[in-house]
C-alpha cells in the first residue's frame, strides 16, 4: 500500500480558521480606523436641513368693555328648566304609567 504524505507549504493558508488570518484582518482593520479623519463640520452644513426659528405672534388679548357686559347679559338671563313654563306656572305632567286593567285577566285559551 502506497502512504501518501503531506508536506507542510511554505505559506499558511488564509482561511476563517487560521488564527493568522484573523490577526491580518484586524489589524488592517484596526489601522483603517486610526488612520480615519472625519470630515470638518461647518455651520453652513445643516442649512438644508434645518428650518429658522421664528417667534410666534402672541395671542390677542380679550376686550375688558366687552368681557363685562357679556357677563352682565348672562347674568340677567332668565333660567330655563326643563318642565317648567317661562310664566312660572307648571304645565300639567302626562302620566307615563300604562295601568292596563285588562292585562291582569288572561282567558284560558291564550296560555301555551
Known amino acids: 500500500m502506497p502512504s501518501f504524505r503531506v508536506e507542510p507549504s511554505s505559506h499558511p493558508q488564509l482561511s476563517a480558521k487560521s488564527p493568522m488570518a484573523a490577526d491580518l484582518v484586524q489589524e488592517m482593520y484596526l489601522r483603517e ?10 455651520p453652513s452644513d445643516a442649512e438644508g436641513h434645518v428650518q429658522k426659528f421664528s417667534i410666534p405672534k402672541p395671542p390677542p388679548s380679550p376686550e375688558e368693555g366687552d368681557i363685562a357686559n357679556d357677563l352682565k ?11 317648567q313654563s317661562a310664566e312660572g ?8 304609567f300604562e295601568d292596563d286593567e285588562d292585562e291582569g285577566v288572561v282567558p284560558p285559551a291564550a296560555t301555551h
Open 33 to 42: 480606523l486610526k488612520n480615519y479623519k472625519p470630515p470638518q463640520i461647518k
Open 73 to 83: 347679559s348672562y347674568e340677567n338671563q332668565t333660567v330655563e328648566v326643563e318642565g
Open 89 to 96: 306656572s307648571s304645565a300639567p305632567e302626562e302620566d307615563w
